[in-house]
């Protein structure tokens, strides 16, 4: 008899799982259609057919609180996707650093992490004369970012629904560098993630974790996910 994982997550948390990392990926104040296209192909058949992806908003800190409580090991693996939806383009700004601070207080989780991603941080208020010009994050140091690499492989994959989230999220291989052009002329070079994300060693480990997961204990078929 095939055995069933049950979700640890409840359909509210997992609905406020997803408005917390909307929060998170406008925070720049720029949610493009690309990105919509994104964030509902991680979304879609996770979700009850009641819950209109449209329709979701930017959750606010304390509802964030409301639902997932204070310093739960749940809070504490909600920021972890947080953070790794912030540092998802290999770099990290301060609208996404403010947001995630104050997710950190009303969950009652440690900025320890958020510290060493500071040192990353960049400038993305910059005019547009300057959006011709390709933007290279800093070159962080290896120790700086150790704390973070720690803290993400102690993620817990315990639950289908954010297994699945995570091997949609992640992509199954560093993705090509490319140019975007406009009328025939180059007007940014996009690196390819692998050299881009300092982190993406880490985000590779977790994505093979959550397909493991779905594999070996709940006993998917995760031909889709490779």
Same mark, same amino acid.
């Given at each position: ?20 990392? /909307? ?17 509902? %192909?991680? +979304?879609? &058949?996770?979700?009850?057919?009641? #819950?209109?992806?449209? %329709? ?9 609180? =409301?639902?997932?409580?204070? @310093? ?7 920021? !972890? ?7 998802? &383009? ?9 947001? #995630? ?5 009303? /969950? ?7 510290? =060493?991603?500071?040192? +990353? /941080?960049? &400038?993305?208020?910059? *005019? %547009?004369?300057?959006?011709? *010009? ?8 290896? &120790? ?14 315990? @639950?289908?629904?954010? =297994? ?31 050299? #881009?994300?300092? /982190? ?6 977790? !994505? ?6 779905? %594999? ?11």
């Amino acid at each position: 008899m095939t055995n069933v994982i049950k979700p640890n997550y409840s359909p509210e948390q997992v609905a406020a799982w997803l408005r917390g990392l /909307l929060a998170i990926a406008w925070a720049d104040g720029n949610f493009d259609p690309e990105e919509q296209e994104v964030i509902a %192909a991680l +979304t879609q &058949d996770e979700q009850s057919s009641d #819950l209109n992806f449209k %329709a979701l908003e930017p959750i606010k800190p304390e509802e964030l609180a =409301a639902v997932f409580g204070k @310093d739960t090991a749940a809070a504490e693996n909600f920021l !972890r996707t947080a953070v790794m939806v912030a540092i998802a &383009d290999g770099t990290y700004s301060a609208s996404e650093d403010q947001i #995630l601070h104050q997710f950190c207080e009303v /969950l009652g989780q440690q900025e320890k992490i958020l510290a =060493a991603l500071r040192h +990353t /941080l960049y &400038d993305n208020s910059a *005019s %547009a004369d300057t959006a011709s *010009s390709p933007i290279t994050p800093p070159e962080p140091q290896l &120790d700086v970012l150790n704390p973070v690499r720690e803290w993400l492989d102690e993620l817990e994959i315990q @639950d289908p629904k954010v =297994a699945r989230f995570l091997c949609k999220m992640i992509p199954p291989q560093c993705p090509f560098e490319r140019d975007v052009k406009l009328f025939g002329h180059k007007i940014v070079h996009i690196p390819a993630l692998c050299k #881009l994300n300092p /982190l993406y060693d880490q985000l590779v480990g977790i !994505r093979f974790r959550a397909l493991s997961y779905l %594999a070996d204990d709940c006993k998917e078929d995760v031909s889709n996910y490779i």
